[in-house]
C-alpha cells in the first residue's frame, strides 16, 4: 500500500484557509482530501497557538473560540512540542531566517516527509530543507 502524501499547514495557510483570502481554496482543497483519506494533514501546536493569538488580536476572545472548535473537527492532526521536537526546531532557527514558530513547520515536514503549505517569504531559506507548495501572498502583504 502507497503512502498517503503528507502536508503540514502553516499559520499563513491556515489564516488564509479561515479569512477566504489567496491560497484558501488550495488549502481547501487539500483539507477536503484528508477528509476522504487521500492524503494527512499536519500543524504543530506552536503554529495553532499563532492562528490562535492573532485572531484574538484581530477579533477577540470569541471568534479565536470559535477558531479552535473549527480546527478541531478539522482532519488536521495537531503535533506536540516535545523535547526533540523543540530542540530540533532550535536547531533550524539557528541556522535559518525563519521565525521560531515556523521552525516547527520544517520539523513537522522532515518528520513526516511532507510538503509545506504557506506563501510565507520566509521559507525561501529553507527550501533545500523541506519540499513547498507556494500559496498566493495574502491581501496587503
Known amino acids: 500500500m502507497a503512502k498517503l502524501p503528507a502536508y503540514v499547514l502553516d499559520a499563513f495557510?491556515?489564516?488564509a484557509y479561515l479569512e477566504n483570502e489567496s491560497g484558501a481554496a488550495r488549502t481547501e482543497k487539500i483539507i477536503q482530501d484528508a477528509r476522504d483519506g487521500k492524503c494527512n494533514t499536519y500543524m504543530s501546536i506552536?503554529?495553532?497557538?499563532?492562528?490562535?493569538y492573532t485572531t484574538e488580536r484581530k477579533y477577540g476572545f470569541t471568534k479565536t473560540q470559535d477558531t479552535l472548535a473549527l480546527i478541531t473537527k478539522l482532519p488536521i492532526e495537531i503535533l506536540p512540542a516535545d523535547n526533540q521536537t523543540v530542540l530540533a526546531a532550535a536547531h533550524i532557527k539557528a541556522n535559518h531566517a525563519v521565525s521560531y514558530a515556523d521552525a516547527f513547520v520544517v520539523v513537522a515536514a522532515q518528520k513526516f516527509n511532507g510538503i509545506v503549505m504557506t506563501g510565507d517569504p520566509e521559507f525561501e531559506d529553507v527550501t533545500e530543507l523541506v519540499q513547498i507548495e507556494w500559496l498566493k501572498k495574502r491581501k496587503g502583504e
Open 13 to 15: 495557510a491556515f489564516t
Open 46 to 52: 506552536i503554529n495553532l497557538g499563532e492562528i490562535l
